[in-house]
């Protein structure tokens, strides 16, 4: 039986990234940090940090997709260059194949998606370390991943709400739903997957992060229904409703659906891109609102990191 569900786990692992690729040496730019905390879920750590980079300014933390690494996610994902025109430090943690032959984070593990346990731990212990020595402003840390590093930004945001000021999930998946979510929709209330959520912390009532959700519609690898469910897990957490205060339409025909708090405040957004596959969307060229290298899982479309950014609040 452990052999068989060893075998369902990989193979869940290889559909999130159906095109394998040999993992990618660290960027120019990345540095590996260790010693960073005990690191219970035994991942890598590596940060890009602008020169002259000054104290109380936000962190990002970026997780990368299954056979995916941390250089391959600085270098591709358009983040890098944000870091730099927005002043703000950057953390790539990275899973092994020690951990997962896919070398995809463990977002399906119990032991690893719960507060105080495994990878999620792991992570954590990066935005620590992250806030003492980059001086980074813990008010404004947030976290965004690709794939499985989609689920596990669920994962973070679930587990230590406290800590994360807000999320984008890019082709991910909600929290704590397992590997079936990616295949097959689910019938849940939008009150069950809240609950999901308030289960990692009995007696947390707030404040909740604010999330940003990408997808695109033809994803044949995490279906887009997951953008719903995420949707709805996240409108419930905040006790908002899963009708759009606004739908608006952005360059190359993405449709945005913003949900609002009763003040108006956009607590949960929801991006959807037409056509587009499994992968992240990006905008090669020198714009602002252009970032990114195409590749494996990084599809030419619409710089969904400068608009992730931009509802983070990051160029105000």
């Known amino acids: 039986m452990r052999i068989r569900a060893a075998l369902t786990v990989l193979a869940a692992c290889a559909a999130l990234i159906p095109g394998l690729a040999p993992p990618a040496q660290a960027a120019?730019?990345?540095?590996?940090?260790?010693?960073?905390?005990?690191?219970?879920?035994?991942?890598?750590?590596?940060?890009?940090v602008p020169a002259g980079l000054p104290a109380g300014r936000p962190l990002i933390v970026a997780l990368h997709g299954c056979t995916q690494s941390a250089s391959a996610y600085y270098g591709n994902s358009g983040w890098s260059k944000y870091a730099d025109l927005y002043a703000a430090a950057l953390v790539f943690p990275e899973q092994?194949?020690?951990?997962?032959?896919?070398?995809?984070?463990?977002?399906?593990?119990?032991?690893?998606?719960?507060?105080?346990?495994?990878?999620?731990?792991?992570?954590?212990?990066?935005?620590?370390?992250?806030?003492?020595?980059?001086?980074?402003?813990?008010?404004?840390?947030?976290?965004?991943?690709?794939?499985?590093g989609g689920a596990m930004t669920t994962v973070m945001l679930a587990a230590y709400p406290d800590v994360?000021?807000?999320?984008?999930?890019?082709?991910?998946?909600?929290?704590?739903?397992?590997?079936?979510?990616?295949?097959?929709?689910?019938?849940?209330?939008?009150?069950?997957?809240?609950?999901?959520?308030?289960?990692?912390?009995?007696?947390?009532?707030?404040?909740?992060?604010?999330v940003?959700?990408?997808?695109?519609?033809?994803?044949?690898?995490?279906?887009?229904?997951?953008?719903?469910?995420?949707?709805?897990?996240?409108?419930?957490?905040?006790?908002?409703g899963q009708t759009p205060a606004a739908t608006t339409t952005l360059p190359g025909g993405t449709v945005r659906e913003s949900y609002a708090t009763a003040d108006g405040r956009v607590a949960v957004e929801l991006d959807r891109v037409p056509g587009l596959g499994h992968g992240a969307p990006v905008d090669p060229g020198g714009a602002t609102d252009q970032c990114g290298a195409t590749g494996a899982y990084f599809l030419d479309s619409i710089c969904s990191s400068y608009h992730i950014a931009s509802f983070w609040g990051l160029n105000a």
């Open 96 to 148: 092994t194949s020690a951990n997962n032959a896919l070398s995809c984070f463990n977002w399906f593990n119990a032991g690893d998606i719960a507060r105080g346990r495994g990878e999620a731990l792991s992570i954590k212990q990066m935005v620590d370390f992250a806030v003492a020595r980059y001086g980074s402003d813990p008010r404004r840390v947030y976290v965004t991943g690709l794939s499985a």
């Open 212 to 240: 940003a959700i990408w997808h695109g519609t033809a994803d044949t690898t995490v279906v887009p229904a997951n953008a719903t469910e995420l949707r709805d897990q996240w409108t419930n957490v905040w006790g908002i």
């Open 28 to 48: 120019a730019g990345l540095t590996q940090v260790t010693g960073f905390g005990s690191n219970p879920g035994a991942l890598r750590m590596y940060s890009y």
């Open 164 to 210: 994360f000021a807000g999320g984008a999930v890019v082709a991910g998946l909600p929290y704590n739903c397992g590997v079936i979510c990616q295949y097959l929709p689910q019938s849940k209330t939008p009150a069950q997957w809240g609950q999901l959520v308030r289960a990692a912390n009995p007696g947390y009532t707030g404040p909740w992060p604010r």
